[in-house]
């Protein structure tokens, strides 16, 4: 049972332009919500992370929107760069759990 | 430089042979864990451990095996078991309490 689900699988954006990848969990006991960022050859990185008692982070260009009802979160990266060409994951887990569970990733391309 | 470090960066093995991959922390972090990556299958958890002489399987542990003899270090053993050992292998570590999880670089092992 997959208790994160991500989309889109991969995306191509214009250099410019908004990148918006979607996640959707099960658990309700989930109470962090980070997003990790990996380059090819890499290990993952932690970009920005959440919590269910606010409905919106930023952190310079990126973004999370957190939707506590509908249990989704969501990465906008604005004005996309060449440089953020990466796979993004979406993660979540509980505050008493050590282990975070991933989604199965989005490979973002951002054509110059 | 405090970090995470797994070795060596690639792994060849033949099929039937046992082998084990390394990952040494530097951060004074209680918990570590092993995490698979396939793609298009995001990061898989094999094992975890929350302090020395004390690990729990993940979601995947049929066929690997782990050790936590020191706190620094937390060895992973892929053993002929494993049906389709050829993956990258990623390491993490988190402080007590804390939910953010750092990644080495990983381990790619090919199997032949």
């Known amino acids: 049972q997959q208790q994160v689900k991500q989309s889109p699988q991969s995306l191509i954006v214009q250099k410019g332009g908004i990148s918006i990848i979607n996640c959707a969990y099960e658990n309700t006991a989930f109470d962090y919500f980070p997003w990790y960022q990996q380059f090819p050859g890499k290990g993952p990185a932690l970009l920005i992370a959440?919590?269910?008692?606010?409905s919106e982070k930023k952190e310079g260009r990126f973004t999370i929107s957190f939707n506590k009802s509908a249990k989704q979160f969501s990465l906008h990266i604005m004005d996309s760069q060449p440089g953020d060409s990466a796979t993004y994951f979406c993660?979540?887990?509980?505050?008493?759990?050590?282990?975070?569970?991933f989604g199965k990733g989005t490979l973002l391309t951002v054509n110059p | 430089d405090g970090g995470i470090t797994q070795s060596p960066k690639y792994l060849f093995r033949k099929e039937g042979q046992n082998v084990t991959l390394s990952c040494e922390q530097n951060l004074n972090h209680d918990a570590m864990y092993w995490y698979r990556q396939d793609p298009g299958q995001g990061l898989r958890l094999i094992y975890y451990?929350?302090?020395?002489?004390?690990?729990q399987k993940g979601d995947i542990a049929e066929g690997y095996s782990v050790s936590r003899e020191k706190k620094e270090s937390f060895p992973l053993t892929v053993t002929s078991a494993q049906k389709n050992p050829t993956a990258f292998y990623l390491c993490?570590?988190?402080?007590?309490?804390?939910?953010?999880?750092?990644f080495g670089q990983g381990t790619r092992l090919t199997v032949v």
């Open positions: 993660a979540a887990n509980t505050g008493s759990n050590y282990k975070l569970t």
């Open positions: 451990s929350q302090i020395v002489n004390d690990f």
């Open positions: 959440i919590r269910p008692d606010v």
């Open positions: 993490a570590s988190s402080a007590s309490g804390a939910t953010e999880a750092f």
